[in-house]
Each structure stands twice: as C-alpha cells, then as structure tokens.
C-alpha cells in the first residue's frame, strides 16, 4: 500500500521547484512446503520448517530443514518494511525555448523472499529492499520557430541491496535464484533531437553513452567465492 503526491511551486514565471513524496508499507507472508520420495544426488530432502529436528513442533524459531517423512507443517515466515522515499527538481527557463533542470530521485523496491523448489534454510531468509538515489541534468531546447528540437541529459544513479538472480550452486545444481547481490552504478548521457525542415519531412535520431557496472558484490549464503562478481565488472543487457 502506498500514498504519494507532487506538487510544483513557481518562484517566478521562469523559475520552479518540484517535489515529490512516497510513503509505502510493504507486508509480506510466506507458507511453503515440500515433500519428495526421491533421493540422492541433486534432491534435497523433505523441506519441513515448522518443525524441529526431533519432529516436534517447535516452539522456539524454526530450524528450516529437516530430513525425512513429511510432517504437513509448512515453512511459514513473515516481513514488513515502511519507506519514505521521493523527489527534487529545479526548473529554470533560460529563453522562451530553453529550459534547464536539475533533479534528485530517492527509489524504492520492497523486501522480497525467493522461494524455490530446492529451498533450504541458507536461502530461506528476506531479501532486504533496494533503493537507488539517482541524479539528473539537463536541457530542453527549440530552436528554428519549433522546426528543431534538440534534448540533453547526464545522469547518475547507485543502487543499494540490489536485488538480482545470480548463479548459485544448490544440491550440486547450478540455478539461478534472487539475491541480494549488493550495489551497482550506472551513469552517462543522451542526445536526441527532431528536425522537421518542411510539414512533410521529418527527421530525428539520438545517441547515448551509460556505463552500468557492479560497484559491491555479496555472494549469496553458502555461495563458492570463485563465484565473486569484482568491482568494475559490467552488468548484463546494459550495453554501453
């Protein structure tokens, strides 16, 4: 659940202050089981977290895993979190047809558990939220009567506790499974414009430069360290 609002304040007719906020309450709720007959390598055994390894119900926090027959007590957990999160731009108008801005953006991505069939209580705990403060500068430009168009922008933007699927051994299986993999970077520029010389002919394009990279990386609960992703390394499907 979430309430937010923006409201624009005009400190003169070429000047205005913009901002932003988010409050969000996040809930959420857990029940899982498994039961298998199957054994041996790449199977985990039955998967009973409401029980403890004695086979009684436990009354102290659960221990998450216990071999053998299943008891029918699912693994049950739960997580909230609150967050105030939100935004700040300036706006200036430096001509009738061109304006400046400059902004600051507070993100926000809740909680999350990754629940699968090979689960265990390595992997069974939350992912904690992630949250970006990004930067932003740039101009909006209209030159030639509003026959050009021409837009810049630089940005910058780091991402904590972020949440991805990163390669994990489980049971001697190579997955792919959420984790908080710890933060990461991105920043560059773009250029676009759009020039229409006659009323029938209309020419636009754009270029940009953004360099996404890891920043810190944490290996997931129990993960090999040959797995260790260094400072630097480019994130997939970012090209810059």
Not at 72 to 86: D, K, M, R, Y
Not at 176 to 201: I, M, Q, W, Y
Not at 217 to 232: C, M, N, T, V, W
Request: overall charge neutral; proline content about 5%.
């Amino acid at each position: 659940m979430s309430v937010f609002g923006q409201a624009t304040f005009n400190l003169s007719d070429s000047l205005r202050l913009i901002g932003g906020l988010r409050y969000t309450n996040d809930e959420l709720d857990v029940n899982h089981i498994r039961r298998t007959s199957l054994a041996g390598p790449s199977v985990q055994g039955n998967f009973d977290a409401g029980v403890d390894n004695n086979g009684l119900v436990a009354t102290a926090p659960a221990t998450g895993f216990v071999a053998g027959t299943a008891n029918g007590v699912p693994f049950t957990t739960s997580t909230s979190n609150n967050n105030l999160s939100g935004k700040a731009a300036v706006q200036a108008d430096i001509t009738d047809n061109n304006m400046a801005y400059a902004s600051y953006t507070r993100g926000y991505k809740g909680p999350a558990y990754n629940i699968f069939y090979n689960l265990t209580t390595v992997g069974a705990g939350v992912i904690a939220p992630e949250t970006v403060n990004a930067y932003e500068v740039g101009l909006k430009n209209t030159f030639l009567d509003g026959d050009l168009i021409v837009n810049l922008a630089a940005y910058y933007a780091k991402y904590n506790n972020y949440q991805a699927n990163g390669p994990d051994f489980v049971a001697s299986v190579r997955t792919r499974r959420l984790t908080k993999a710890g933060s990461v970077s991105t920043k560059g520029f773009e250029l676009d414009f759009v020039a229409t010389p006659s009323r029938n002919f209309t020419l636009s394009g754009g270029v940009a430069y953004n360099k996404a990279q890891v920043e810190t990386f944490r290996l997931p609960p129990g993960a090999d360290a040959s797995q260790l992703i260094a400072k630097g390394t480019p994130l997939a499907n970012a090209p810059k």
